[in-house]
């Protein structure tokens, strides 16, 4: 994330399908031209050594041919190229050439012409060493103080450091506890090499303690007196960082101070000479490279970080001073001077790309994509914008989140109650003391005219009421298919429901088009249940507690009509008292008187006059329809028991709060429970084991209670 | 002309190209035969195992200071709670106790467990933490409300299953037939192995085993098994002796990391006072130190004290410019504050450090709107839309749009809108309570009553459908209702002064009866 992006000065792509690694770039006044002028070097992984001496006619120019001092294809692949005082008699650069098993050192020099591009540049051989194991890296340095000129060290993927003194092979040693090479970097303060070790370790090993220390080539013979000859390299300082590093460089941009920039795959290290940590910085992204530059102010430091996210961000010690975007990921960065610019950025990445750059105010120039917007047409516009309105205000009306009446279902249920009950009850688990449970059938059917997925019908009756099965999962209906299902009803608890009325419900769904899953829908049915399934013909009691009269407007009607279910029709038609007996035990009389019109219900029990009045009127209404009378009313003239009425209710919401302070004390238990379960898993949790102090029998006692 | 294969792979490794690593080492790994595990001094074999072990846990890494996620069972049976009722300001779970300064549920909207909504979503910032098992069972399981997770392992598992993707034929390493001890001779193999048994395998028993006999094979004195071993102990959620480890390490030995991996331990603990110290402490020794500054600033957010937050994110912005989250969370803090021309600043600033996804035009738009640049609102909105990565997205942008609409007057645009917002995401209170609001403008007192306790069904936090909900009632002359409704919006804000008034109003009808 950035605001800018680097301003582009000079960039070029070197070959085609190369590698390139850390090691590759190298930025130095090579052919020693002493103008102070850097050229860049370039080794690729493919083996080609390329010199570049950028200098563009304006920013952001591409390569010109001129540009180019050299190119040469050595015939092996180039790991790492660097430039320094390599040959003995000259403090000339020399530029050094790590191979995988060799190592050579050019002197790169140029011829001029008359005209720029008549100059000629060529390389020069001047020495070269065959290499006995895999090398890595090298780093260069005037080890152990020799004043003048460069000694090169190779450390090998094996993990053996190797000198040379120029042209000659002075030593090798075997660092301890080796297995994957880190990065490697010399400090002339303390002529001591700095490594970061597979144990994520910093490591520093001084040049005299390697150099008097057992030769490597010697190891295998002296592998048993490695212990007594007490020459082993010991290691000079050591800081844990725990992570591995990327990178090593070390810098000293005044006298006094100089310090030891570790880059970490997370973080970011200044180490002491003492290997102390100066400061660190933790990295919030993968960092691919970076160079410790320059001192701006007094005591701190500049460095580049490049990351993977195509990032170069330059900080002074910790914190961000500017952050720039790159177009590609750096896999190695330089700082130059090139044709009188001062701090030229020279990045190369790992496919080839070279870019000279500097930092400007350029935006960064993320375009956002253009949303695809049409042209304005507005008459168009209107006419569209009418015809949606349209749809809109049609769909509002048909379909919205509540649900719209529907004259024509697609889907009907219907629910059938056989006139008899049943000739062998199908009452289970029947709480009821009775003798036998009566039940009654329904016969349920679903008429289907589409297609209707996953259909479940639930039948529902009110407690104390109880079906055989309440719930049925059917298998897809095609169109114009039906299904029937049979169930049982029965009295299952042991009281007198409050009604007699049941429904069922199915639900299913139709697919459309946009919608393959379905819009769920419903459809339902109510059904009633007869008298005769909670209550029998029984002989008529005449005292009773509580009576109710009802007045009606016209003459009353023999009961062997609107009762047939429950009068014996031999009882003849003048029978005009009726009694029920309820199947929980309770009895109910109904008398019809023979003068006047009215009708009273007397009862024991105040709550059982409900379900024989609702039934009663319900009949009675039902047989004036069937006659064609419309002017039929039942009145209640006397006054309503609202004494007992109240008292019930006080029972009821005495009940309730019961019921309320049960469920508080469970869930009072419940938290207790969970309390101890709590005090126990930390006991248990314990390394030392404490006594139990009967926290067990605690937890015991409260599930119980629970 | 060839590279060694070992160096190739070496290299693919430091470019961060793990797969081509890691087949590279695969290759050399199958060429010596029979030997399975690494034990010779020094073989290419040893070195292409642990290089394959590194790559692979690259691949997958995740930073662990990130990972926070926290479960109903840990938050029910969590037995390191010190004190159930904590004094003011020293807590995270009691969201009333800020000092002050926070801003009011009536400017800025709250998540479930009282805090105000903060600019940048960090994993923590998501679940709230209910105090009781009863209301975190209560709790509604919407998409976008705060929801509790149910297990910790929510994020861990699907880290855990990147064994599987990498390596069809089986697995890399065989833990089960692993000898630990070996291994933790070893300081140079351990460490890979660790991390790649952490991190790949998800297997932070084994983890742990490996750390304990390597931190005794380094005699105590490796303060990175430490830090390992407190991870472990993080995961399995024995915070107290994650708290040991961490604290030892840190003796030996500064770093950012750990000061970070501790201050998350304390944050668990809900001892915010402790964890915003040591962060103090951490930048004595680490000056300017990003991660840092912006943990005290979480923690100040978390702790209502959004003033002081919004002062250290400044900080944090002062020492790296192009942090998102600061931007991000000082754009909202100063949009809420009122000053939807600096939000604006902010968020544009976002925008062209290419921060580019729906959410940054949503905001972008609604400042807009509340700057009056009318012009910029649709397109911002529009270009969100289009950005828009899956229905919630979708349904934030409809939203927003429903309530510019409002706010122009175009109450028929705002009516589809919010409707659109519903069938993007049907769980979306807020839309439901607006919705009522604009059906009870319409006359249609059914159809807001059903909406409004849609909407607070959903949000119970929210006090705006309860007070809706109570005015509607008060209207039609359901005043028990009302006052119920009423009473719940209280009870989601304290200091809503309609809510107050609306209470007396009700008081006095009821004492007038």
Known sequence: ?????????????????????????????????????????????????????????????????????????????????????????????????????????????????????????????????????????????????????????????????????????????????????????????????????????????????????????????????????????????????????????????????????????????????????????????????????????????????????????????????????????????????????????????????????????????????????????????????????????????????????????????????????????????????????????????????????????????????????????????????????????????????????????????????????????????????????????????????????????????????????FVEPSEGDQANVLGFQFLTGSKTTLLASKTSQRYRIQSDQLEDLWLITKELTLRLEEHFKKQNCKDFACTFSGSIPLQEYFELIDRHFELRLNAEKFRELLSERAVQFRAIERRLLTRFKDKTPAPLQHLDTLLEGTFREV | MGLEPLFQAWSYFRRRKFRECSDLCSQLLERPPGEQEPDAEYTVFQAAWSLKTRALTEMVYVDEIDMDQEGIAEMILDENAIAQVARPGTSLKLPGTSHGGGPSPAVRPVTQSGRPITGFVRPSTQSGRPSTMEQAIKTPRTALTARPITSASGRYVRLGTASMITNPDGPFINLSRLNLAKYAQKPKLAKALFEYIFHHEDDVKNALDLAALATEHAQFKDWWWKVQIGKCYYRLGLYREAEKQFKSALNQQDMVDTILYLAKVYLRLDQPVTALNLFKQGLDRFPGEVTLICGIARIYEEMNNISLSAEYYKDVLKQDNTHVEAIACIGSNHFYSDQPEIALRFYRRLLQMGVYNCQLFNNLGLCCFYAQQYDMTLSSFERALFLAENEEETADVWYNLGHVSVGIGDLNLAYQCFKLTLVNNNDYAEAYNNLAVLEMRKGHIEQARALLQTASSLAPHMYEPHFNFAILSEKVGDLQRSYTAAQKSEEAFPGHVDTQQLIKQLKQHFAML
């Open chain 1, 1 to 565: 994330m950035s605001l800018f992006k680097a301003r582009d000065w000079w960039s070029t792509i070197l070959g085609e399908k190369e590698e390139f690694d850390q090691g590759c770039l190298c930025v130095a006044d090579v052919d020693n031209s002493g103008s102070g002028q850097d050229k860049i070097i370039v080794g690729s992984y493919m083996g080609y050594l390329r010199i570049f001496n950028p200098h563009p006619v304006k920013p952001g120019d591409g390569v010109q041919p001129e540009d180019l001092l050299l190119e040469v294809q050595l015939r092996e692949p180039v790991l790492q190229v660097e430039v320094g005082k390599f040959v003995s008699g000259t403090e000339g650069l020399h530029l050094a050439v790590l191979h995988c098993r060799k190592l050579c050192v050019y002197a790169v020099s140029g011829t001029l012409g008359n005209v720029e591009h008549g100059n000629q540049y060529q390389i020069k051989l001047i020495y070269e060493h065959n290499l006995q194991r895999t090398a890595c890296n090298m780093t260069y340095g005037p080890f152990g103080g020799v004043k003048g000129r460069d000694l090169i060290c190779i450390q090998s993927m094996d993990g053996m450091l190797m000198m040379f003194e120029q042209e000659s092979y002075a030593f090798g040693r075997f660092l301890p506890g080796f297995l994957l090479p880190g990065p490697l970097a010399y400090s002339s303060r303390t002529d001591s090499f700095i490594t970061v070790s597979s144990c994520r370790q910093v490591e520093s090993y001084k040049y005299q303690v390697l150099a008097f220390a057992t030769d490597a080539d010697e190891r295998q013979e002296t592998e048993q007196q490695k212990h007594s000859s007490g020459k082993r390299v010991v290691v000079d300082w050591v800081l844990n960082i725990g992570e591995q590093a990327l990178d090593i460089c070390i810098v000293s941009f005044n006298q006094t101070v100089s310090s030891v920039f570790v880059l970490g795959e997370r973080n970011f290290f200044c180490l002491k000479d003492n290997g102390q940590i100066r400061f660190m910085k933790k990295l919030d992204y993968s960092p691919s490279c970076f160079i410790p530059y320059c001192s701006v102010k007094e005591g701190t430091i500049n460095t580049l970080i490049a990351n993977h996210s195509k990032m170069l961000n330059i900080y002074q010690d910790v914190m961000l001073k500017w952050a720039t975007q790159l177009p590609h990921v750096p896999v190695a960065v330089k700082v130059a001077n090139l044709q009188d610019l001062k701090g030229v950025i020279v990045t190369l990445s790992d496919d080839g790309h070279l870019q000279c750059s500097y930092l400007g105010t350029d935006p960064s120039l993320f375009q956002a994509p253009r949303v695809d917007s049409r042209e304005i047409n507005y008459e168009e516009f209107d006419a569209e914008m009418k015809q949606l309105q349209k749809f809109i205000k049609e769909a509002t009306k048909t379909q919205d989140i509540l649900p719209k009446s529907e004259k024509d279902r697609d889907v009907t249920v219907t629910a059938e109650v056989s006139p008899d009950l049943d000739a062998e009850s199908q009452a289970i688990d029947s709480e009821v003391k009775a003798e036998a449970v009566p039940s009654v059938t329904i016969k349920i059917t679903i008429q289907s005219r589409v297609t209707a997925q996953k259909p479940i019908l639930a039948v529902c009756v009110q407690a104390p009421l109880a079906v055989t099965c309440d719930q049925f999962f059917l298998d897809d209906l095609e169109p114009d298919s039906s299904e029937t299902m049979v169930m049982s009803v029965f009295l299952k608890g042991n009281c007198s429901p409050s009604e007699l009325e049941g429904n069922c419900v199915l639900s299913y769904n139709t697919s459309t088009e946009l919608n393959p899953e379905g819009i769920p829908k419903v459809a339902q049915c109510n059904f009633r249940l007869p008298l005769r399934l909670i209550c029998f013909p029984a002989q008529p009691s005449k005292a009773a507690n509580h009576k109710l009269t009802i007045d009606t407007n016209k003459p009353p009607i023999s009961f062997v009509t609107i009762f047939p279910d």
